[in-house]
């Protein structure tokens, strides 16, 4: 199923006028909070992000941190403290982990609102720009944050249409912006990471080619989760398709004759994957990217 690279090129019109506008808001900003999902930290990162804020101040928020490993999360914190990178785990749909960004954005300014004090600029507000691919639950984490549903959320990507400030407190105050996907993916690992994830939309690819390449992954990585959230005692490695059939016949996923529905096979797989039903997974863990 596997012998065809697969394709994926996914750039939005509105998504080149969105990094304008970014480029343009930069202006106002002191501080870039980039959230990415805990999964997949390299890939949910925006190569473009870095050039486009150039010297301003940044935090990372690896968000959606309950879903991905608790060991990993912890080596990647790690990781990006002896990069000097100020780094923290959230939980947008909990609130876990809150607070710690909230006291990121102040430590990162610390130094410069002393400065401010000296010269008679007393109780200004730190000005902070949310960036992130889309359904990495920026409107989520905004949400949380400001403890009221002031900005839309949803499951699709994309789902953030405007721009719009929302203010924390007195001292904070947050300017949330459509996420940015690069244009071109070369890297067809990386493609794969954000399709697995839901920050590609669904109708882009083949699903049934989405589920065989997910099953595959995990099945080297995470074989223990496959069987205890299927049921499946033996699971070959060089037979996914079968591995799927199986998953079909113990979720009653059969049409007439008796035929596997793969379809909504791989329905049932993404959706366990994306939910956290297949347990706490990492896809790109520290040391084994290069």
């Known amino acids: 199923m596997n012998e065809n690279k697969i394709n994926i090129n996914w750039y939005p019109g509105h998504m080149y006028k969105t990094k304008k506008q970014i480029i343009e808001d930069l202006k106002l900003i002191d501080v870039v909070v980039e959230l990415l999902d805990a999964r997949i930290p390299i890939s949910s990162h925006n190569p473009d992000i870095n050039d486009i804020i150039k010297n301003k101040k940044k935090i990372i928020v690896l968000n959606k941190c309950d879903l991905s490993e608790e060991i990993e999360n912890k080596k990647w914190i790690e ?3 002896k990069n000097n990178i100020q780094a923290v785990l959230v939980d947008s749909n909990t609130g876990k982990g809150i607070n710690d960004a909230i006291s990121k954005i102040q430590y990162v300014m610390k130094e410069d609102l002393k400065m401010h004090a000296t010269k008679g ?3 200004r507000s730190i000005r902070v720009m949310i960036l992130g691919i889309p359904n990495v639950g920026k409107s989520s984490f905004i949400n949380r944050l ?3 549903t002031s900005a839309k959320v949803g499951n699709k ?3 953030t249409k405007q721009k719009q400030w929302v203010r924390l407190g007195s001292s904070i105050e947050l300017l949330d912006t ?3 996907l690069w244009p071109k993916l070369d890297n067809e690992n990386v493609a794969l990471n954000l399709a697995f994830t839901g920050s590609i939309k669904d109708d882009i690819l083949e699903k049934t080619e989405l589920a065989y ?3 595959e992954r995990l099945v080297n990585s995470y074989r ?3 069987i205890e959230r299927y049921k499946i005692e033996n699971i070959e490695c060089d037979d996914i398709v079968n591995l799927m059939e199986t998953i079909g016949k113990k979720r009653g996923a059969i049409v007439s004759g008796g035929k596997i529905d793969l379809e909504k096979v791989s329905n049932i797989i993404l959706d366990d994957f994306r939910s956290g039903k297949l347990g706490r997974i990492t896809l790109e863990k520290v040391g084994e990217i290069e």
């Open 224 to 226: 223990t989760n496959i």
């Open 157 to 159: 990507p994309g789902v």
């Open 213 to 215: 390449e997910l099953l």
């Open 146 to 148: 400001t403890k009221k």
């Open 178 to 180: 459509p996420g940015v």
């Open 79 to 81: 990781e990006y403290s």
């Open 121 to 123: 600029k007393i109780g």
